[in-house]
């Protein structure tokens, strides 16, 4: 290839950066590693996606000796684009596990969100620019939603004011992204916002693309509302890894042959709920609870062929766990989760295994740091970690029947019973736990978590709606942002779960892989109902 289309990335090997280099091949370009700092200065033009914390990223730019050509890059007015902490890093200091000294380029401190302005932290969704000092690379995104997923933010100041070319709302203003003459940096994530997101970084490759006459339509004003595409895989009995879907967790058909129900293939509808405009695309291995993930190589196949075409955030779930395999290999969850992430998982998703860290916790009182949720919140961020519940409507009498919390219901039980708890499960609802989905969800959210995703045993497959007594429960108790789940059937069901409650995302699976509704459709309804959504 010719140097016009090589691009030089700087990858320290912290995390997920397939997702990037799947954006750059598919804009058509090649991609050079940076191997030595030298590389850095020869570079016609360098992509710096900070992944993972601040201090050990400073740490190894420093040991490395790329801290210093990093500076002398910038300092020459080089092509630069840093993404996400790659912005981050370019300020004078972190308060993340901090105070940690930057690359001093910019003036300023990089803060935590205060979750005390009524804000959910992380920050974790598509959200609008406001667009201020000219970008080109911002050209063609207009009024549209890109994508975010962070904890920590640089705010404006008079001192970095010239550096500023957008900033964002989320509880506050904070610095979206940064230009000064061909230095570039995004707070986003530009590969994966979409088209939107492809169109920053190909006017970042390609300055002499011709200026947009008309800029992309949109509304975007504040954080929207995602809807999210669950799709859970399992081997069929011929072993074939397929999209399934059960009845309250019951996958099998209900006929003599009883096979495991097949409603596609993950790849394919991945790739067509990309098109159909998901904000996001979750894999469920849902027999990863017995069988171990590694050694289900189709999962980590799925998940790498996706993330070559699809530019949203993907989560992965499913036996994130310790694990000894047959030959007596002992695998850490941090390693299955590693692999997850190297095949282009932006999350990951823990369903068993953070019920029993949660039960632990609660007993002891005691953080051991030891639990799979926690090690993988400290080594990729809370914000790449979602806790899956797996809850079941248990009805009572009183509220005191319980030691867990109980809820009054908006619609009394079977038997008239006025009140309800909600039972955790493990391996996939086969057995119940002495944990309620508040207990957990509490629980989960101080050892880690930065996200939850809340099914509903009783709702799931039903299409009755989701389960809005749960959902404002769990809503309301924690900081971080909650997925509705399980029993989505119309578009008014996910206005009603928007409208009624203080869910960030909704889920639905059955509805779109039997193409009863369409993803466009539910974001038309939103629209109409005034809840903002990315278009
Ligand atoms: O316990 O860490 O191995 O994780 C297992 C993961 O697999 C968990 O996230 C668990 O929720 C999931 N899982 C296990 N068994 C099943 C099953 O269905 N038999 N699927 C299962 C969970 C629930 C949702 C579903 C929504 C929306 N499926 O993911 O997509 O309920 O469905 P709907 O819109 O059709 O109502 P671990």
């Known amino acids: 290839s010719t140097s016009d289309s090589v691009v030089t990335l700087l990858d320290y090997g912290a995390g997920n950066v397939r997702s990037i280099r799947n954006a750059l091949r598919h804009l058509g370009f090649s991609i050079k590693d940076v191997q030595t700092p030298g590389d850095i200065l020869n570079a016609d033009r360098l992509i710096f996606p900070g992944v993972g914390a601040f201090a050990p990223a400073m740490d190894v730019l ?110 506050e203003s904070f610095i979206s992204s940064i230009r000064r003459g061909n230095v570039h940096a995004v707070q986003f994530h530009p590969e994966k916002s979409g088209e939107t997101g492809l169109s920053v970084l190909r006017r970042f490759l390609d300055p002499k693309l011709p200026a947009t006459q008309k800029p992309m339509e949109g509304k975007a004003s504040k954080l929207a509302k995602r809807v999210i595409a669950c799709l859970d895989v399992r081997s069929n009995d011929k072993g074939d890894l ?14 003599n042959e009883n096979e495991v129900r097949n409603l596609g293939k993950p790849v394919d509808l991945a790739g067509q709920y990309y098109k159909d405009g998901a904000d996001e695309i979750s894999f469920l291995n849902i027999t990863g609870f017995r069988d171990f993930p590694l050694g289900d190589l189709p999962m980590i196949q799925v998940l790498r062929y996706t993330s070559e075409n699809v530019f949203v955030p993907l989560t992965v779930g499913g036996g994130i766990r310790d694990f000894t395999d047959a030959s007596g290999r002992y695998y850490s969850s941090l390693e299955v989760a590693a692999e997850y992430f190297r095949s282009g998982a932006d999350k990951i998703s823990i369903g068993s295994d953070a019920v029993y860290a949660a039960e632990e916790f609660i007993k ?71 944990i309620g989905a508040y207990e957990l969800a509490k629980a989960v959210e101080e050892l880690g978590a930065g996200e939850i995703l809340l099914n509903c045993i009783d709702c799931d497959g039903q299409g009755k709606g989701f389960d809005i007594d749960l959902v404002k429960l769990i809503s309301d108790s924690v900081g971080i942002p909650v997925i509705a789940s399980s029993g989505a059937g119309t578009p008014q069901h996910f206005s009603e779960v928007f409208d009624t409650t203080n869910a960030s995302a909704a889920l639905a699976a059955g509805i779109f892989h039997r193409k009863e509704v369409l993803i466009q459709s539910v974001k038309e309804h939103l629209l109409e109902k005034g809840i903002e959504v990315r278009i």
Not at 133 to 144: H, P, Q, T
Request: net charge negative; glycine share 12%.
């Open 62 to 171: 420093n040991k490395t000796g790329m801290a210093e050509a990093l500076c002398t890059y910038i300092d020459n007015d080089r092509p630069f684009l840093g993404i996400c902490l790659g912005l981050q890093l370019l300020f004078e200091s972190s308060e993340e596990n901090g105070p940690v000294k930057g690359l001093g380029v910019i003036p300023g401190t990089v803060g935590r969100f205060d979750s005390s302005a009524g804000i959910r932290v992380p920050h974790i969704g598509w959200n609008a620019l406001q667009v201020g000092n000219d970008s080109e690379i911002l050209e063609d995104v207009g009024n549209r939603h890109l994508y975010f997923v962070h904890s920590y933010r640089a705010i404006p100041s008079s001192e970095n004011k010239e550096w500023i070319s957008s900033t964002c709302n989320y509880g």
């Open 242 to 255: 397929v999209v399934t879907k059960g009845d309250q967790y019951d996958v099998r058909e209900q006929s």
């Open 364 to 434: 002891s009182g005691v953080k051991t740091g030891k639990s799979s949720l926690e090690q993988i919140s400290r080594v990729y961020g809370n914000q790449a970690v979602v806790v899956s519940i797996d809850p079941r409507r248990v009805y009572v009498n009183h509220p005191d029947d319980v030691p867990y919390k109980v809820i009054r219901l908006t619609n009394p039980g079977p038997n008239g019973e006025e009140y309800a708890w909600y039972q955790c499960t493990v391996s996939g609802g086969r057995e119940g736990r002495p």
